[in-house]
């Protein structure tokens, strides 16, 4: 019996480390302030079923798009108030805000739940002693700000470290609003029908709202 019970308490501190575990964000470094490691083009859709094409990027800074202007060699951030998606040759980003663009990580009957990745100024402070200055603070609004630009020559991390990146998820959903996925947020949509199963599925110790698997099952849940 005592075996049995030391067998017991050794399954159930297993399993609580393993969950510990997946509770723990794994943290992700970029050495470039770019996304892609060049410039793509890419088809920037507008409203009215308009489409243009340019080569893009998204920053990590702010996620914001961006584009090189071929003309001058100059990268400046797009003005995106009428902007609601980009396409790359391998993934689609959609603004989430009046300038945060997302990337598509997956899509249900109509909605979408999209992936916000920027710099973590908290943890680049420290790294950097305090310090917040970046070559790309300051870049052309394409006539709607300052006339400075981002020197891609000093675009890279020289530190080994690199930027530290954090994730926030949104979710679109079929009437084409944008909401933070977080449980506050979320539960204003859930259907009426599927309140209690979705507080249920709150409980369970293994959901998270930092993994996109657990984020995928909210799917069904919405109106």
Partial sequence: MKKHRSIL???AF????????????????????????????????????????ARCNIM?????????????NKVRQAFVQNIFAVDFDS?????????????????QDGMSLL????????KYKEVTQGGTDMPFLDIDMAGYGTDNFIDLSGSEQQSNEGYPLKDRYYFRLRD?????????????????????AFKTLMEDRWWSWRDEGSLKKLFMYFK
Avoid at 17 to 36: G, I, K, N, P
């Fill in 176 to 196: 084409g609003k944008f909401i933070p996925a977080t449980q506050k947020n979320v539960r204003k949509y859930v259907k009426p029908e599927l309140k209690t």
């Fill in 60 to 72: 990590y800074k702010n996620a914001a798009l961006c584009f090189l202007d071929e003309k001058d």
């Fill in 91 to 107: 993934c689609r980003y959609m603004k989430v805000d009046t300038l945060a663009m997302g990337l598509v990580v997956a899509e």
């Fill in 9 to 11: 308490f050794l399954l």
């Fill in 14 to 53: 297993l399993a609580a480390t393993w969950m510990y575990a997946q509770q723990q964000v794994v943290e992700r470094r970029s050495h470039s302030q770019l996304v892609f490691p060049e410039f793509q083009m890419a088809k920037v859709r507008q409203g009215f079923g308009r489409v243009t094409k």
């Fill in 115 to 122: 992936r916000v990745t920027t710099i973590d100024m908290d």
